[in-house]
C-alpha cells in the first residue's frame, strides 16, 4: 500500500525559507511521477512542482523561481525547497504521487496523497 508522509512545515517569519519533504513506503519514487500541492483557507488545491521517472521536472508559473523540488532516490524521500517565503505562501503543503505524469493544473488527477503539512508565514 503507497503511503506518503509530509514533514517540514511550521511558523516562519516572511522572508525565510523552509524545506518539505516526503518520505514514501509500499513502493519507490522511480515507480511514479511525483509533486507538490497546495491549498490556503478558503482556497482551491494548486500544483506547485513535479518532478517526473527522469528527473524532469515543472513548476507552476506564479511561483517565480522561489521553489525547488528534488528527490533522493536512495532514501526514497521528495524535497521542496521554498526561499523568500511570503504570507501568501501559508497554506497546507501536501505531498502527491501519480502513475501517469503529473499535471499541476488537475490535484484530481493524483493517484496519492499525502496528509499534509502545515506552512505558516507571518509578516
Known amino acids: 500500500q503507497v503511503q506518503l508522509a509530509e514533514s517540514g512545515g511550521g511558523s516562519v517569519n516572511s522572508g525565510g525559507s523552509l524545506r518539505l519533504s516526503c518520505t514514501g513506503s509500499g513502493y519507490t519514487y522511480s515507480a511514479f511521477t511525483m509533486g507538490w500541492f497546495r491549498q490556503a483557507p478558503g482556497k482551491e488545491r494548486e500544483g506547485i512542482a513535479m518532478?517526473?521517472?527522469?528527473?524532469?521536472?515543472r513548476y507552476a508559473a506564479f511561483l517565480k523561481g522561489r521553489f525547488t523540488i528534488s528527490k533522493d532516490h536512495v532514501e526514497n524521500i521528495l524535497h521542496l525547497q521554498i526561499h523568500s517565503l511570503k504570507p501568501e505562501d501559508t497554506a497546507m503543503y501536501y505531498c502527491?504521487?501519480?502513475?501517469?505524469?503529473?499535471?499541476?493544473?488537475?490535484?484530481?488527477?493524483?493517484?496519492?496523497w499525502g496528509k499534509g503539512t502545515l506552512v505558516t508565514i507571518s509578516s
Open positions: 502527491a504521487a501519480s502513475h501517469w505524469p503529473l499535471n499541476l493544473g488537475r490535484p484530481e488527477a493524483v493517484d496519492y
Open positions: 518532478i517526473d521517472r527522469d528527473g524532469t521536472t
